[in-house]
């Protein structure tokens, strides 16, 4: 695999990064590690002017073969990600807390999202057991007649 195909940009709300809850985006550092791949994460960094932050995001994305969003709060630079996903055939595994459900329409509507819901973070950890990255990719799916994600060649969508 090239670079790009070990990368996962690891997506979240950043305008109250003071309140983030750390702890699941270092288990997501450890998730994606675990699994041979190297992360991103736009979370963990200093703070930085906007125009920084838009370069640096945009080209983390560019280099990034998949992407794990945490949806738990609204944010338009999450929803721009998953939309550049969109148009790139990235897939992006999104994570919400039952406790702050409805999600975006448009974000599950998406057909290269899954959604994960967990209660708790135990949850979230056997929830993910069944993701293997390496096995997540978004194709045409003759079954739904469209290009969505796929998880070891099933369909997530239909």
């Known amino acids: 695999m090239t670079k ?11 305008i109250k990064a003071n309140q983030l809850d750390f702890s699941l985006l270092d288990f997501l550092i450890d998730f994606v590690e675990e699994q041979g791949y190297h992360s991103f994460v736009p979370g963990k960094m200093e703070d930085a002017s906007s125009k920084v932050v838009f370069e640096r995001d945009m080209n983390w994305l560019r280099d990034s073969a998949k992407i794990i969003a945490d949806v738990n709060e609204p944010s338009h630079g999450v929803g721009m990600e998953i939309m550049y996903a969109y148009k790139y055939d990235i897939p992006v595994i ?13 974000v599950e509507g998406s057909p290269n999202t899954a959604i994960i819901i967990y209660n708790s973070k135990k949850d979230l950890e056997e929830e993910l057991k069944d993701f ?4 997540t990719s978004v194709f045409f799916c003759s079954k739904c007649d469209e290009k969505t994600i796929h998880l070891r060649k099933n369909c997530l969508k239909c």
Do not use: F, G
């Not at 790009?4 to 950043?14: D, F, H, R, T």
């Not at 293997?132 to 096995?135: A, F, I, K, N, P």
């Open 4 to 14: 790009l195909e070990k990368n996962v940009y690891i997506a979240c709300s950043m």
């Open 94 to 106: 999104c994570l919400l807390n039952e406790k702050n459900k409805p999600l975006s329409r448009m």
């Open 132 to 135: 293997e990255l390496d096995e």
